[in-house]
C-alpha cells in the first residue's frame, strides 16, 4: 500500500521564478492539503483539496495557488517566488467522511535563491 | 496567533527515562489532537492521537493525556529509546479540517 508521495525531493529556484510541486495521495484517499514548514517551525496550513476543488485556505497569498485531479493527485504552484518560500512543503492527505487522520508525505525542499 | 502552544522547546532524556511533553490550546471547537513524530528530512508521522471525550490513550509506550477542562494535552515516551530522538509536533483540529500545529519539541535520548 503506497503511502502518501511527492516529487521533487529537492528544488532550487530563484527569486520571481514560479515552481509546481506534485502529489500523490495514499492508495484510498481522496482529499489532499498543502503545508509549509519553515526551518525550526511547525508544519503551517496554506490549503485543502476535494472533488477537485479548494475547500479550505490558510493565510497565505495567492501567489500561492492549487489543483487536484480525477485520480486525487494534486499540485501546489507558486508564482514570483520569494526568499521567505524556502521551505519544506508538505502534502497530506486523507479520507473524507471517515476520522480524517491527515497521513504526510516525505515534503519537497524548496530553495529559493 | 499560535493556536496550539507546545513546551518545552528541546529536551533532553536519559535512555530508559520518560520524555513528557505539553501542549496547550484555547479553542474549544478543536475536537481532534493528534501528535507527530518527524525525523530530519522526512515528514510527519502521526504518532498517535484522541479525541476530547477520553481523558487518556495509550498505544504501546506513548500515552496522550488530555485535560478538557484546563485545555491542555501532553504526550508521554516511556522507557525512552535513543531511536526516538526527533522532533515531535502537537496538533488539533476541527470538525476534520486543517491542523494546527505546535512549534515543536526536539528531544534527544541519550544512551
Known amino acids: 500500500d503506497a503511502g502518501v508521495t511527492q516529487s521533487p525531493t529537492h528544488l532550487i529556484k530563484t527569486r520571481g521564478q514560479q515552481v509546481t510541486l506534485r502529489c500523490s495521495p495514499k492508495?484510498?484517499?481522496?482529499?489532499v492539503s498543502w503545508y509549509q514548514q519553515a526551518l525550526g517551525q511547525g508544519p503551517q496550513f496554506i490549503f485543502q483539496?476535494?472533488?477537485?476543488?479548494?475547500?479550505q485556505r490558510g493565510n497565505f497569498p495567492d501567489r500561492f495557488s492549487g489543483h487536484q485531479f480525477p485520480n486525487y493527485s494534486s499540485e501546489l504552484n507558486v508564482n514570483a517566488l520569494l526568499l521567505g518560500d524556502s521551505a519544506l512543503y508538505l502534502c497530506?492527505?486523507?479520507?473524507?467522511?471517515?476520522?480524517?487522520?491527515?497521513?504526510f508525505g516525505p515534503g519537497t525542499r524548496l530553495l529559493v535563491l | 496567533q499560535q493556536q496550539v502552544k507546545q513546551s518545552p522547546q528541546s529536551l533532553i532524556v536519559q535512555k530508559g527515562g520518560i520524555s513528557i511533553i505539553n501542549c496547550a490550546y484555547e479553542?474549544?471547537?478543536?475536537?481532534?489532537f493528534p501528535w507527530y513524530q518527524q525525523f530530519p528530512g522526512k515528514g510527519p508521522a502521526l504518532l498517535i492521537a484522541?479525541?476530547?471525550?477520553?481523558s487518556e490513550k495509550k498505544e504501546g509506550r506513548f500515552t496522550i493525556s488530555f485535560n478538557k477542562s484546563a485545555k491542555q494535552f501532553s504526550l508521554h515516551i516511556m522507557d525512552s529509546q535513543p531511536g526516538d530522538s526527533a522532533t515531535y509536533f502537537c496538533?488539533?483540529?476541527?470538525?476534520?479540517?486543517?491542523?494546527?500545529f505546535g512549534t515543536g519539541t526536539r528531544l534527544t535520548v541519550i544512551p
Open positions: 497530506a492527505s486523507s479520507l473524507s467522511g471517515t476520522e480524517e487522520t491527515q497521513y
Open positions: 479553542n474549544t471547537a478543536f475536537d481532534y
Open positions: 483539496y476535494y472533488e477537485e476543488e479548494e475547500r
Open positions: 492508495s484510498g484517499h481522496d482529499t
Open positions: 496538533a488539533a483540529s476541527m470538525r476534520a479540517n486543517n491542523l494546527f
Open positions: 484522541i479525541r476530547p471525550d477520553v
